[in-house]
């Protein structure tokens, strides 16, 4: 398994503020990626992190909006840019251990951040 | 493209009884896997049970286990000795190995 701490673990932000979200993994691992889930609905993946390179974004979710960094294998950030009131969500960091049978292709998640704009 | 329906929107049990949650999926991979994830209001998502679709035999874990049918793609939960902390979000999710994607959830209700 992956033990992975997100902060903060809820703010409440200003319209047109950015904030920036950590995400420590206990482990290196493969996979990391970040979701966004509006209350009571799903997980929508908004990018997988890429280890020094350049994130890779899912359709309608943006780089300048969304920028997020991965310095190496056991962390990254998510910067949610601009925000407006429709940015309020949570946000949740996840990571793979291995793609391999034997680590079982597993997701695991961090606590979640919890971000309200006002 | 890998999909997932969970038919329930809502479900309650009695507290120490059965319920099973139902799960259905599409994909075109031949090697995939599946999950069930619960989330509670602490929000935390917890790995319930995993299937691996190569292997014909039902995971268990516990008090939770899985019916895989696989020709019909359904991977329905069940949990037995239903407990309060058992309330919670319910999410069905499968992956073709990097992609993983999620149902749309069934909320469980614990009652005492």
């Known amino acids: 398994s992956a033990v992975i701490s997100q902060k903060p673990s809820r703010d409440i932000c200003q319209r047109g503020t950015s904030l920036t979200i950590q995400c420590q993994v206990d482990?290196?691992?493969?996979?990391m990626f970040w979701y966004r889930q509006q209350p009571g609905q799903s997980l929508t993946l908004i990018a997988t992190?890429?280890?020094?390179?350049?994130?890779?974004?899912e359709s309608g979710f943006v780089i300048d909006k969304f920028p997020i960094s991965r310095p190496n294998l056991t962390f990254s950030t998510l910067t949610v840019s601009n925000m407006s009131p429709e940015d309020s969500s949570i946000y949740l960091c996840s990571a793979i251990k291995g793609l391999d049978r034997d680590s079982g292709n597993t997701i695991y998640f961090g606590e979640g951040s919890w971000l309200t704009v006002v | 493209a890998q999909t997932v329906t969970q038919s329930q929107p809502e479900m309650s049990v009695q507290e120490a009884e059965t319920v099973t949650l139902s799960c259905t999926y599409d994909t075109s991979e031949s090697d995939y896997y599946l999950f069930w994830y619960k989330q509670p209001p602490s929000r935390q998502m917890i790995l319930v049970i995993r299937?691996?679709?190569?292997?014909?035999q039902n995971a268990t874990e516990n008090r939770f286990s899985v019916n895989f049918q696989k020709a019909a793609k359904s991977f329905s939960l069940k949990i037995s000795d239903s407990q309060l902390g058992d309330a919670a979000m319910h999410f069905c999710a499968s992956s073709d190995g990097q992609n993983f994607v999620f149902g749309p959830g069934t909320r469980l209700s614990v009652l005492p």
């Open positions: 299937q691996e679709a190569y292997k014909q």
């Open positions: 992190a890429n280890q020094g390179s350049e994130a890779t974004y």
């Open positions: 482990s290196q691992v493969t996979m």
